[in-house]
Every structure is written in C-alpha cells, then in structure tokens.
Nanobody
C-alpha cells in the first residue's frame, strides 16, 4: 500500500508564507511526477504545481513567482513553498503522486488534504 501524508497548512495573513510538505511511503518502486492541487469551496480541484523526477516544473499562472515546488527524491517528499499569499489562495491543498509499485503497476495517489486559509 502507498500513503501520502501532508503537513504544513494553517491560517496566515495576506502577504505571509507557508510551506507544505508531502511524504510518500509504502510499497514504492519509483515516483514519477509529484504535485500539488487545491480545491476552494464551490470550485473544481485545480493544479497548482507539479514536478517530474528529473526536475521539470509546471506552475499554474495564478501562483507563478509566488510559489516554489521542490522534491527530495531520497525522501520521497515534495514541498510547496508559498510566499506572498493572497485570500484567493484559500483552499484545501492536496498532494498527488504518480507511483510505480514493485509489481510494475503505475497509479495516481492522493493525500488527505491540508487546509490553507489566508485572511485579508
């Protein structure tokens, strides 16, 4: 089995910073892409940032220049450094990973979500 465990969410004032972490554990042969999604009340889940094993990165336009995604392949962990936070960044943030198990199967896995609230 595979688990993704997130941490680092919370309440912050506009202009502040937070750092999210997501650690993958379990029956993992390799991890391809890892990323962060978010879902605000009444809205669809959207991609925030993603990073491949080789380090290629993709950001949503709304977070470019403010958020930085990184990963530690040795620790099977992905991070999201969020700076200059805005009230519209308020959402539940979910970690996602594309993981290959020892059987050779490839699957998407999700974390449980962590709440980020930015007050104005």
């Amino acid at each position: 089995q595979v688990q993704l465990v997130e941490s680092g969410g919370g309440l912050v004032q506009a202009g502040g910073s937070l750092r999210l972490s997501c650690a993958a554990s379990g029956s993992i042969f390799s991890i391809n892409a890892m990323g962060w999604y978010r879902q605000a009340p009444g809205k669809q889940r959207e991609l925030v940032a993603a990073i491949t094993r080789g380090g290629s990165i993709n950001y949503a336009d709304s977070v470019k220049g403010r958020f930085t995604i990184s990963r530690d392949n040795a620790k099977n962990t992905v991070y999201l450094q969020m700076n200059s936070l805005k009230p519209e960044d308020t959402a539940v943030y979910y970690c996602n990973a594309l993981i290959r198990g020892y059987s050779g199967s490839l699957g998407h896995y999700w974390g449980q979500g962590t709440q980020v609230t930015v007050s104005s």
